[in-house]
């Protein structure tokens, strides 16, 4: 007969039977005793954040490298609300996560007790679903059901609310060896006919395009779709998600769509006749302005959650299934297009509207610094960002090699992702180089964590593009809001009178004047990181060779361009044929 | 084009399931019309009746919204030929004694039951199709209506006869 076990210990062998390697985790009241179970287990690897945010965060990153389902842990309250930002971040962009949190004790619910909050009702519209532990009895089934919930069909971030009366009770552990959910079970193989349909129009398509995104890194379908691309030969853009699942060195590969994709794929998705769409959900920034979004094609689209298909776009053929099997059975039916016109007109879009941008010695260009980052490191490099212009600009310029090498916060745009996001990825790949490429605004939302990176020693490479601003947004104010730099302005302005009118008239001012806050390379050293400032184009790359020398955690601070754009540029709701290619409006 | 359609959502019986399916009208800004639930002859399940206001692209949205929900065990959505519909309303009416008997046959011809009178006002239970109770509210208003309350629709596939 077996023993009963505490309910920490039941979650912590369940974790274990579902292969979780590493828990990120930050303690609290009501987590006490799963804490105390973790204690000295070898079998499970807890890392401890400095922010409940930083722990969503690192188990999303981890989960985009690996595959597998990043587990994170907070305390009630106030631990499982900074949970909150991560979760949703997770959600928009699919990645399969388990957050755990402590709840006050199951007698104490509803009673506004000491920080408790209906983490259950707060998580429900951003998780694919969550679970509030009642009885101790459902724990280890409830966990099950969790992995596998999070990591099949579309997957998603699943939360488990854990009462700390659960968690110190006792049961016996019986892990099942499979689940079955009556309401649960994910179309994965895809309708034969319509698969047959598919493989008759993309024949028949003069001037066919594939747009796929992070549907195929998802279901490992990287090889199929090259495969899908190169016995096709039909060109191919990725959206943001999906960068990395064709190299983008590719002869076929167009680069990305939409507001700041290039002009190529843009123009080439306005003018095809077919749109092959795999795993991806249509969002805003891609499509631009709806009605008039492939106005010419007939659109396929694959996708594994129903609920994406015909959603924001009208769909000709839509196939519900995984991308890998649908891909494996295309690839067998389809053959060479005949596309020569085709390629050549997209060629002459790509040579007369080539993604570039404005090089100089006298400052640096952001694009520069990511240039040379993928120069440095081969294109080998895990590459996490931030968000915004740092973030398109890597989406632009980075030449990204294989599948889950950018780990990007897509849908939600969550500023102070990247670096706890890194963390993760490298603690999934030790034997890779990782860096995280950051705007001087959204490193400051987690630099916290740049005390995990000292104490565990994860040795990620922070390359800050530092223009004093939240560049992004300035530059929508630049073209659309008659430079009026309202709240984007990150310097510690000496002029009084310019502080109700920030504008460009600072800019003109010696920049030896401007104060840049904080002092990154004060702020690594004060962590115990090594912290470089770079303020001349020609130490950047000696920089970047400097930090990879380097074996732990590195900050590097490159004074950047201030008033460089992300160009291209869809304005917010225009057609994505009308882009704004240079400078300003 | 906007019009109502019901849907019959089968859902587990647990706790949360409610405000998971009223949640996702919330916050994807559906309308819900009514919606009506209740345990099954299966104590593991529930089922709700729906009444929506929508067109046939939020429909669709509607009903794969609802089945991607892991709770969500059969959505089913009626069209205008092949359900039963009813509606139960209670509703409270004041009472003139000189207008009694004109009461008592209205209520009699609208196969309503009174289920509780006082010397100031009667209370008449009806189950109807919806639209029906719309109507016994008109012919009960010039009685003087004090309070009434419905259930909100229900409805259940139809049978072809044999």
Known sequence: ?585 | MLQDHIISVTVENKFGVLARIAGLFSSRGYNIKSLSVAETEDPTCSRMTIVVNADEKILEQIKKQLNKLIDTIKVQEFTNTSYLDRELMLIKVNTDPKKRTDLFQIVEVLNGKIINMTRKSITIEITAASDILENVIKMLQPFGIIETVRTGKIAISRDAVD
């Open chain 1, 1 to 585: 007969m077996k023993n009963k076990m505490s309910g920490a210990k039941i979650l912590i062998d369940a974790l274990v039977n579902e292969k979780a390697e590493y828990i990120f985790g930050y303690i609290g009241g009501q987590v006490i005793p799963i804490f105390d179970e973790l204690f000295g287990r070898k079998d499970i690897t807890m890392i401890v954040p400095r922010h409940e945010q930083g722990a969503a965060h690192a188990a999303d990153g981890y989960a985009r490298v690996t595959g597998r389902p990043g587990v994170c842990l907070a305390t009630s309250g106030p631990g499982a609300t900074n949970l909150v930002t991560g979760i949703a971040n997770a959600y928009m962009d699919s990645i399969p996560m388990i957050a755990i949190t402590g709840q006050v004790p199951t007698t104490l619910i509803g009673n506004d007790a000491f920080q408790e909050a209906d983490i259950t009702g707060i998580t429900r519209p951003i998780t694919k679903h969550n679970y509030l532990v009642k009885n101790i009895d459902d724990l280890a089934d409830i966990v099950k059901e969790a992995f596998y919930i999070a990591a099949s069909g579309r997957p998603g971030p699943v939360l488990i609310d854990l009462p700390s009366d659960i968690s110190k009770g006792e049961a016996y552990f019986n892990y099942k060896d499979s689940i079955n959910l009556r309401g649960y079970k994910p179309n994965y193989t895809g309708n034969p006919r319509q698969i047959k349909n598919a493989a008759a129009m993309i024949k028949q398509a003069k001037k066919p395009v594939i747009f796929s995104g992070g549907g195929i890194l998802h279901s490992n379908a990287s090889e199929e779709l090259l495969k899908f691309v190169e016995k096709t030969g039909i060109p191919i853009t990725t959206s943001l998600m999906g960068m990395g699942s064709i190299p983008s060195i590719h002869p076929l590969f167009l680069g990305m769509p939409g507001m700041h994709g290039t002009y190529y794929a843009n123009m080439a998705i306005t003018h095809c006749d077919l749109l092959v769409a795999i795993g991806v959900r249509f969002d805003d920034r891609v499509t631009g302005k709806i009605k008039e979004f492939a106005p010419h094609a007939q659109i396929i689209h694959i996708d594994i959650d129903p609920t994406s298909v015909s959603k924001n776009i009208e769909v000709t053929l839509p196939i519900v299934g995984d991308a890998k099997n649908i891909l494996g059975q295309l690839v067998s039916l389809c053959e060479k297009s005949d596309c020569s016109i085709w390629l050549d007109e997209i060629d002459k879009w790509k040579k007369s509207h080539k993604l570039t941008y404005h090089e100089t010695d006298h400052v640096i260009k952001p694009q520069f610094v990511i240039e040379s980052i993928d120069k440095i490191t081969g294109g080998e490099a895990i590459i996490a960002t931030e968000v915004g212009q740092h973030q398109m600009w890597t989406a632009q310029f980075f030449k990204f090699k294989y599948p889950r090498q950018f780990i990007t916060s897509g849908g939600l745009g969550t500023m102070g992702f990247g670096l706890p996001a890194a963390i993760g990825a490298q603690i999934a790949a030790p034997d890779k180089i990782v860096f995280d490429i950051a705007g001087d605004g959204s490193i400051q939302m987690n630099s916290q964590e740049l005390a995990t990176c000292v104490n565990y020693n994860i040795p990620v490479k922070i390359a800050i593009l530092n223009n004093n601003y939240l560049g992004m947004v300035r530059q929508w104010q630049e073209l659309f809001y008659s430079s009026r730099y309202s709240g984007t302005c990150l310097r510690i302005c000496s002029h009084e009178k310019y502080h109700d009118k920030c504008n460009k008239a600072c800019e003109s001012d010696n920049k030896e004047k401007q104060k840049y806050t904080p002092d990154f390379v004060k702020l690594a050293d004060a962590y115990g990181a090594l912290g470089i400032r770079i303020t001349e184009k020609k130490d950047v790359e000696g920089a970047i060779k400097k930090a990879l020398a380097y074996q732990g955690p590195v900050v590097m601070d490159f004074h950047t361009d201030q008033q460089e754009n992300v160009m291209p540029m869809v304005p917010a709701g225009a057609p994505i044929n009308q882009m704004l290619i240079t400078g300003i409006a």
